[in-house]
């Protein structure tokens, strides 16, 4: 695919094998028969996962998180943000209606608020039900994955035929709830409610945490420390909650009320409702006296926040507020044991403040960590979250568990325009007697790429440069027409003078799939690179 850097990303085949695939990450990647992989390409079987000794213990409230901000506006796509970036957090802005297209029946248009006038605005899906479709795709593919967390920002109010129980409903059709979260595609505030209770969300040594059965249910006494003795009360590990969605509603503290009627209603909903804040105490919420309390929503349990109002501080008042006193927001809520979001990071000065604010969620719109390397949150293993929140755990050498191996290339080429390749391939060879299926996907950039790149699944006769193939391609970001060929042609075959060599199936043959996996480099890889990658 397309040429970035000549850097990251290491893969290994499959989950616990030691055998490194790619080291040189990236590119326009092609591949030989039968089997070849290239950028982020999906096979699909299950492998069994060594895991690095932290993981057990790790919660979804103690890892780090990178949050894509107005996910459906971005030049990656969807599935390309989730697979090739490794991000397991988006956000999508909702809207009822949109110009001259009217409104939709039990559904939602996604644009951010400055894009209805301009009509030509690209989005990587239209209405929520694409972008949920698009998660659906991941989903299935990969049963085991990490869990994602599924942002909603209203911007409109609810009214009729898109009212709460729409948005749940809509939820329901693409990931079905079951009230026992092992059958149940999301994560719910009921099932965080029930933690403990064998029926739903049994924890081992421990029985029902006391938070549903309180005078008033709070969602927080689940996680806050209330019941600091019970081992249920806190927020589900990482294994726990793996194959999961979590959704989470958003759009202003009246869009929240509304979502959950006023608190009527939260037990039911499939997201959890969020509201905005600037200044948050531990202590308990009053009117008169400390109308900033953190509970001042008791059903609330993920925080939003402006990126520049995470460090905000309540007071100084150490005699009035000890526990309080000189602690930004954000520290607060994390000592809660409650997860902070943050959005508008948008340089490296930003995106640091709120790692050392400790915030989990960190929203930003910088999306392709070849421009962008410290906004990133994945390890060099693809696993998608950094456990620097808790001390002594480390994430940097998890594989995610996937429901199928990934494989990494960077590389750095030429476009072909000729009957000459000069660029490279990497490639994998099998010999078997029978045919085969296989499914793949192939995930790339479209960002700081040439706007010829593609990444190409190609089956060739052999490695000569003018050897017969037959290709798919998946392009970046653009369309661009030379020498007789569109680069936005998805099928591309030549057959070599003379007549090509053919691929014998022979039983006797070596079955050699992976032997190799190894990148052909141009002869001057520096001007390689100089015109492939896109000038900036």
Known sequence: MGAEKNVMKKRTLGAGSKRTLATNARGICRVMPKIAFLVAVILFWVPSLARAQSYPHMRYNQVRQKNIHNAMSKEAPILDMILYHDVRVLEFDIHN????????????????????????????????????????????????????????????????????????????????FNTNLEQSATFTPFHLLHSGDPKVLPVAGATECPCATMKESSLQACVDGTFSKSPACQWPLLSTLQGKIIFVVTGGNDHADEYVDHGRAWQQRRAFATYDHKYVT???????????????????VFFNQENGDSGNVFTTDCHAFPDDCK??????????????????????????????????????????????????????????????????????????????PVFNFTVNTEDFNNNNDPDSFAYAEQLDKKDRDYILQVSSPSGSVEDWAKACLMARSDQGARAAYFAVCRTANSTRT?????????IRSRQASPTPKRTKRNANARNRWPRSIAPRRPSSPTSAMSSARRSR
């Open 97 to 176: 209606g949109k110009n001259v297209h009217g409104k939709l029946n039990g559904d939602w248009w996604l644009y951010h608020s400055g894009d209805l006038p301009n009509e030509s605005a690209e989005h990587t899906a239209e209405t929520l039900s694409d972008a949920l479709k698009e998660v659906q795709t991941f989903h299935r593919q990969n049963p085991h994955h990490e869990v994602f967390t599924f942002y909603i920002d209203q911007h409109d109010d609810f009214e009729s035929g898109r009212m709460p129980k729409d948005l749940d409903a809509l939820i329901d059709k693409f990931f079905p």
């Open 282 to 300: 531990s202590r308990h919420f009053d009117k008169k006296t400390n109308p900033n309390g953190f509970d001042r929503v008791p059903w609330e």
């Open 327 to 404: 602690k930004p927001m954000q520290q607060i809520i994390f000592e809660k044991h409650l997860v902070g979001r943050s959005f508008g990071s948008g340089n490296e000065d930003d995106w640091n403040k709120q790692r050392k604010l400790k915030v989990q969620l960190i929203g930003t719109d910088l999306v392709d960590e070849a421009d962008y390397p410290y906004a990133s949150t994945h390890g060099l293993e693809g696993f998608p979250f950094q456990c620097a929140l808790t001390l002594g755990d480390g994430c940097g050498t998890e594989v995610e568990a996937r429901g199928s």
């Open 482 to 490: 030379t020498a007789g060929f569109s680069s936005s042609r998805p």
